[in-house]
């Protein structure tokens, strides 16, 4: 039987972009595990059109985490990031995940959105960026778009974000591997450790 693997995380989290695709995707080829993402305002008070980094840090304290984010990457083996000068709000975004889900879409339309705001330096706050992130996902791109307004999608947003604040989550990326809590970009080894003893079985 596969072994539970929860992870909560925003599409515009830079440390869950660099967890995803380099230890998760390497747990996830592994071992035998089923794996439920749930979308996570990392803020949820970013208003639309969001905020210059700048104007939220200032000029050099933004200056040093581009360069502590690019070392940090480097150190997972993830090269190439984009870094934009804009922290979007990712309701919309997390809204469209959840209409891909009902599609039975939701990793692709992640992935998707994922490489579109960290590889190629997209806003997935645009509607137009969606819609393309959404057909990539084999979804239909003008539905997808009337949904990121649907107040079933945006109450499901918030629902999961209040849940998983009950449940002590409080920074992203937080996986629960079975019963077992990782915070933050681990390495591999740890997220292995962890499906190890929660009697996670290898892949052949």
Known sequence: MPLKVTLYS??????????????????????????????????????????????????????????YLARFAADFGVTGMTIRDVMPSTRRALAVAEFARDQGKLHLFRTAAMEAAWRHGQDVEDPEVLALCARAAGLDPVAAVEAFDEPKYLARVMTMGAEA???????????????????????YEVLAAAAVAEGATRRM
């Open 165 to 187: 604040r009950r449940t002590g989550v409080t920074g992203i990326p937080t996986m629960l591997v079975g019963s077992r809590r990782v915070v933050g970009c681990q390495p």
């Open 10 to 67: 925003d599409i515009v989290c830079p440390f869950c972009y660099i967890a995803e695709v380099s230890s998760l995707r390497r747990l996830q080829e592994e071992f035998d595990i089923e794996f439920d993402w749930r979308g996570f305002e990392l803020h949820p008070d970013t208003p639309p059109g969001g905020r210059r980094l700048d104007e939220v840090f200032g000029s050099e304290r933004t200056a040093a985490m581009r360069d």
